[in-house]
């Protein structure tokens, strides 16, 4: 079971994930979250990441980070939104491969304004588990 912290906004099982995919978040990346499934690649990782910032999962987030560039803590801010994701571009990252990188765009709200968050992330197996590396430079 997924350890929530204080922080944790609450996810509707039924609403849609916040992901993008055409999925309930009880049956997409709330599996993820819970500890009930893995990510199967580099890109569902991706979006399960995404996901727990848009339900405020810090320990999730920490969880599927590398301990090589992993923070000790994460401080999210409640009062950003995170609005959607895009997938713009993949490489690697399947369940045959030990590295991919995925490029997405993400857009968050806060203060009524929206913001763009554009990275291409790089993702490895770590212990047999994809895991968030680091951002690749533009």
């Known amino acids: 079971m997924s350890q929530r ?4 906004r609450s996810a509707h ?22 500890g009930l499934a893995s990510a199967a690649t580099a890109e569902d990782l991706m979006r399960s990441r995404y996901s727990a910032f848009a339900v405020g999962d810090e320990a999730y ?3 599927s980070w590398h301990p090589d560039t992993r923070p000790r803590r994460l401080d999210l801010d409640a009062r950003t939104e995170w609005v959607r994701l895009e ?6 990252g399947t369940p045959f491969h030990n590295e991919g990188t995925v490029d997405f765009r993400a857009v968050h709200r806060e ?7 554009r990275e291409h992330s790089r993702f490895v197996r770590h212990e047999g588990a994809w895991v968030y590396l680091d951002a690749l430079p533009e």
């Open 5 to 8: 912290s204080p922080r944790t």
């Open 13 to 34: 099982a039924t609403q849609p994930c916040p992901c993008g995919r055409d999925a309930a978040y009880q049956d997409c990346c709330g599996r993820l979250h819970a």
């Open 61 to 63: 987030l920490l969880r």
């Open 87 to 92: 997938v713009l571009g993949a490489t690697g």
């Open 111 to 117: 203060g009524g304004q929206e913001f763009e968050l």
